[in-house]
């Protein structure tokens, strides 16, 4: 079977033009066809759908890098890259349980993209935006299709402890935190705050999104508190009508830091030695406001619980257990919750 699929696959993507897998209505044809074909299979050979799947996944892998050694390492585009999008398609849709075969694909698309944006601009902005930011049309549903499709190609990365050597910032870094190339070299989760989706939000930060400020952007809760002092300062009004999506996102990122502090300009860093200062010094009359918490802003200690939480969560990003190694744990099932930032 692994030999006429491999034969069935090259006739039939000979025949195809280059072109042809750029529309994603052509991709979903392709994909409805080899489902038939995974379907069809199985039934008169008596096989596993998941071997079929497999089988067919790994031609198309196959394909992609015959196609490119043979252009000297260098990939071709057009079909022979945009076939990895049916096979990833197939990956989800059936559920492949493969990880060596998924991290191949992952690191297929990478290699040849330097990025992961479009398994990722579907969850954060929809199937509708995505066309007119990157001209490229998700192959998933809908937007609550992207956000499965997202979890299911994280899990497997956190699986496959992927990480990948980046040029901005130069180190390697794991799978949610490879940049987004034609969004400024940001990383998912600033997008994601920049464009207010706490639900794609809290995803990431329950994967282990990095929170830190790099030489690029300011840090997510930077970000946050910027544009919350903005409206604040705009308005005369004391019951200022802050967006309720900022206020979530804000809530969400400060279950994942012990204190918000900010960093203080390089000139002034340079001079004093101060690379950064509480929260509470820089934007007082936020907390004022009780937007951030005394213990969260360095007008307070933060509490004890909350510091167990970050430390294990640490603990558990280091050791790739993230989110669902909170569940092996032997400890009440809130406590789980409260690990796994579901509640503060």
Same mark, same amino acid.
């Given at each position: ?11 039939? !993507?000979?025949?195809?033009?280059? &072109?042809?897998?750029?529309? @994603? ?7 409805? /066809? +080899?489902? $038939? ?94 066309? !007119?930011?990157?001209?490229?049309? &998700?192959?998933?549903?809908? @937007? ?7 979890? /299911? +190609?994280? $899990? ?189």
């Amino acid at each position: 079977m692994e030999v006429l699929i491999d034969c069935y696959f090259d006739r039939l !993507f000979a025949e195809l033009e280059r &072109s042809c897998l750029a529309s @994603r209505y052509k991709r979903r044809e392709l994909v409805g /066809y +080899f489902s $038939d074909v995974i379907n069809s299979c199985a039934e008169a050979e008596k096989l596993d759908k998941q071997d079929v799947c497999e089988r067919i996944v790994q031609s198309a892998l196959r394909y992609h890098n015959i196609t490119m050694m043979e252009n000297g390492q260098v990939c071709l585009l057009g079909k022979f890259h945009n076939v990895l999008y049916v096979a990833a398609k197939l990956c989800y849709d059936w559920n492949l349980r493969n990880n060596e075969i998924v991290t191949r694909l992952l690191n297929d698309i990478f290699y040849c993209e330097k990025t992961f944006e479009r398994i990722f601009v579907g969850a954060i902005f929809g199937t509708r935006v995505t066309h !007119f930011l990157s001209g490229w049309k &998700s192959d998933f549903e809908d @937007r609550e299709e992207n956000i499965k499709a997202l979890i /299911y +190609f994280m $899990d497997h990365a956190v699986e496959g402890r992927l990480e990948y050597r980046c040029q901005s910032p130069l180190t390697r870094c794991r799978f949610i935190d490879v940049p987004m190339e034609s969004y400024g070299q940001v990383v998912p989760l600033r997008v994601a705050i920049q464009h207010g989706a706490p639900d794609i939000l809290l995803i990431m930060l329950r994967y282990g999104a990095s929170i830190e400020s790099d030489t690029l952007a300011p840090s997510p809760i930077e970000i946050l508190l910027t544009k919350l002092n903005e409206y604040d300062v705009q308005s005369t009004d004391e019951r200022v009508p802050y967006p309720q999506d900022l206020l979530t996102c804000l809530k969400l990122v400060l279950r994942t830091i012990p204190t918000a502090c900010v960093k203080t300009p390089n000139h002034i860093a340079a001079q004093s030695g101060v690379f950064s200062v509480s929260m509470y010094e820089q934007y007082p009359n936020l907390v004022d406001r009780k937007l951030v918490p005394p213990e969260r802003s360095g007008l307070c200690p933060p509490e004890l619980r909350h510091l167990c939480r970050c430390s294990i969560r640490e603990t558990l990003f280091r050791n790739w257990a993230l989110p669902h190694g909170i569940q092996a744990l032997q400890i009440p099932q809130t406590l789980r919750n409260y690990l796994d930032i579901m509640c503060d």
